[in-house]
């Protein structure tokens, strides 16, 4: 009666929550559980984040103070560096970082800690679903494993286990964590049913699949789809330059197509989370099954090289003036990897930036969103007066187009522009100064 009693209390709102990690998806997570009436611990080691999100003070763009000081106001939500509370735990959700090393290989460091910091109190009726996006077999290779050591409780019996990849796209208003669709796999069907039963009481449409394998692979199906593409426009951009075509006038041209065309679009680089360093999980783990990922690894190595590519660009617009990239002033408008929010993970601008710097160029930046700058051995700080900054310098670059910069403003006070996202597409006489990608 173990999975009829928790089915039960979760339908009831009688069982407790926790999120494991509260960034960018735990977070939201925490806060769309207790909008549905949980009470909900979220767990993080920041002390720091703890403190704030205990203050009411949201620091995920998606979450404003007003919703999250609602239910720390009425008690529905509280943060902790203590795992302890786990004791005392139903159910739990793991929305922790999993990062590529250096060497290509995912770093499972987190997950392997948010598991070992779970096991000490796991309990008979306690469900746990993983939301980090991993290869297929971690949840059932991996954290099991590590859940089960020093106990002789079984899953699909005692306790549940589930897969349930996170899809969360910073920014997004359309769709939140509450009617984005959940898909979701147990390690046991009766594994599957207690999650569903957990997570439908608070997201809109929950989708079960077969099993945690399918579920990760889903996950990883998703982005490699998104990578590929974007990296077939990538190299289109560098074909169409050197037959002196607009790649943005061929794109818009072929999306005029009603059926067997999907639109992407060229760009700097890749950045963000998922799209760059998720497929290569499955690379990865192919490569352990003695079998080799082409496409991926193919599409990893033409959108790695955009920022290069973006760079040899800038020289060449340069050189046209008769100014050279050593000594010339230029301007990165747009660091965050996508427009209109904060979020600088795995941005190529960090890339460009680097690599202008490597041949001499003066960089500054500009970006409304992102203030501060403080990346390896990259500490920059954004400029205050944008008219002023553009008339300043030899070139502006726009990396990353968002949506309170002024290009009008840009192109008229500009020297030159070098434009990687078709900010300018409808600017007056941009041409005039104007390179495109």
């Given at each position: 009666?173990?999975?009829?009693?928790?089915?039960?209390?979760?339908?009831?709102?009688?069982?407790?929550?926790?999120?494991?990690?509260?960034?960018?998806?735990?977070?939201?997570?925490?806060?769309?559980?207790?909008?549905?009436?949980?009470?909900?611990?979220?767990?993080?080691?920041?002390?720091?984040?703890?403190?704030?999100?205990?203050?009411?003070?949201?620091?995920?763009?998606?979450?404003?103070?007003?919703?999250?000081?609602?239910?720390?106001?009425?008690?529905?939500?509280?943060?902790?560096?203590?795992?302890?509370?786990?004791?005392?735990?139903?159910?739990?959700?793991i929305c922790v970082p999993t990062p590529l090393r250096k060497t290509?290989?995912?770093?499972?460091?987190?997950?392997?800690?948010?598991?070992?910091?779970?096991?000490?109190?796991?309990?008979?009726?306690?469900?746990?679903?993983?939301?980090?996006?991993?290869?297929?077999?971690?949840?059932?290779?991996?954290?099991?494993?590590?859940?089960?050591?020093?106990?002789?409780?079984?899953?699909?019996?005692?306790?549940?286990?589930?897969?349930?990849?996170?899809?969360?796209?910073?920014?997004?208003?359309?769709?939140?964590?509450?009617?984005?669709?959940?898909?979701?796999?147990?390690?046991?069907?009766?594994?599957?049913?207690?999650?569903?039963?957990?997570?439908?009481?608070?997201?809109?449409?929950?989708?079960?699949?077969?099993?945690?394998?399918?579920?990760?692979?889903?996950k990883l199906l998703e982005n490699t789809f998104r990578m590929i593409?974007?990296?077939?426009?990538?190299?289109?951009?560098?074909?169409?330059?050197?037959?002196?075509?607009?790649?943005?006038?061929?794109?818009?041209?072929?999306?005029?197509?009603?059926?067997?065309?999907?639109?992407?679009?060229?760009?700097?680089?890749?950045?963000?989370?998922?799209?760059?360093?998720?497929?290569?999980?499955?690379?990865?783990?192919?490569?352990?099954?003695?079998?080799?990922?082409?496409?991926?690894?193919?599409?990893?190595?033409?959108?790695?090289?955009?920022?290069?590519?973006?760079?040899?660009?800038?020289?060449?617009?340069?050189?046209?003036?008769?100014?050279?990239?050593?000594?010339?002033?230029?301007?990165?408008?747009?660091?965050?990897?996508?427009?209109?929010?904060?979020?600088?993970?795995?941005?190529?601008?960090?890339?460009?930036?680097?690599?202008?710097?490597?041949?001499?160029?003066?960089?500054?930046?500009?970006?409304?969103?992102?203030?501060?700058?403080?990346?390896?051995?990259?500490?920059?700080?954004?400029?205050?007066?944008?008219?002023?900054?553009?008339?300043?310098?030899?070139?502006?670059?726009?990396?990353?187009?968002?949506?309170?910069?002024?290009?009008?403003?840009?192109?008229?006070?500009?020297?030159?522009?070098?434009?990687?996202?078709?900010?300018?597409?409808?600017?007056?006489?941009?041409?005039?100064?104007?390179?495109?990608?």
């Amino acid at each position: 009666m173990v999975k009829e009693d928790l089915i039960e209390d979760i339908k009831k709102k009688r069982a407790n929550i926790s999120v494991l990690g509260l960034g960018y998806v735990g977070l939201p997570l925490a806060v769309t559980f207790a909008n549905a009436g949980f009470n909900v611990t979220g767990i993080d080691p920041i002390q720091e984040k703890v403190e704030m999100i205990n203050r009411g003070e949201s620091y995920i763009s998606d979450i404003t103070n007003a919703q999250l000081r609602k239910h720390i106001d009425s008690g529905r939500l509280r943060a902790t560096t203590d795992y302890s509370v786990l004791a005392e735990i139903d159910a739990v959700s793991i929305c922790v970082p999993t990062p590529l090393r250096k060497t290509g290989d995912p770093d499972m460091s987190f997950i392997a800690s948010a598991s070992e910091q779970i096991a000490p109190y796991l309990h008979r009726s306690m469900v746990i679903v993983l939301e980090s996006s991993t290869y297929p077999g971690t949840t059932r290779e991996f954290v099991l494993p590590k859940l089960t050591a020093n106990n002789n409780l079984k899953v699909g019996e005692d306790f549940f286990l589930a897969f349930s990849p996170e899809r969360v796209d910073p920014g997004r208003k359309d769709y939140t964590t509450f009617n984005t669709p959940k898909v979701l796999g147990g390690i046991t069907p009766a594994c599957t049913d207690v999650a569903k039963a957990w997570y439908e009481q608070a997201i809109e449409t929950v989708v079960p699949v077969s099993t945690a394998e399918v579920a990760e692979m889903a996950k990883l199906l998703e982005n490699t789809f998104r990578m590929i593409n974007i990296s077939v426009v990538n190299e289109l951009a560098q074909m169409c330059e050197r037959l002196d075509v607009d790649v943005w006038e061929v794109i818009d041209a072929a999306a005029t197509k009603p059926f067997g065309f999907m639109k992407f679009t060229p760009g700097p680089g890749l950045g963000g989370h998922c799209i760059p360093i998720d497929p290569l999980y499955l690379s990865w783990k192919m490569k352990t099954l003695k079998y080799t990922a082409r496409f991926i690894e193919l599409a990893s190595e033409i959108n790695t090289g955009m920022p290069r590519y973006v760079v040899n660009r800038i020289q060449d617009a340069l050189n046209r003036y008769r100014k050279p990239l050593n000594g010339s002033k230029v301007l990165i408008l747009g660091v965050a990897y996508k427009p209109n929010i904060s979020d600088m993970r795995e941005s190529p601008a960090l890339d460009i930036i680097h690599l202008l710097r490597e041949k001499g160029a003066i960089v500054t930046y500009y970006d409304p969103f992102v203030p501060e700058l403080d990346f390896e051995n990259i500490q920059m700080t954004s400029e205050k007066d944008l008219p002023a900054s553009v008339e300043n310098v030899d070139l502006v670059a726009i990396i990353t187009n968002h949506a309170k910069i002024d290009y009008n403003m840009v192109v008229d006070k500009a020297q030159l522009v070098f434009d990687a996202r078709n900010a300018t597409k409808d600017v007056p006489k941009a041409s005039l100064k104007v390179i495109k990608l």
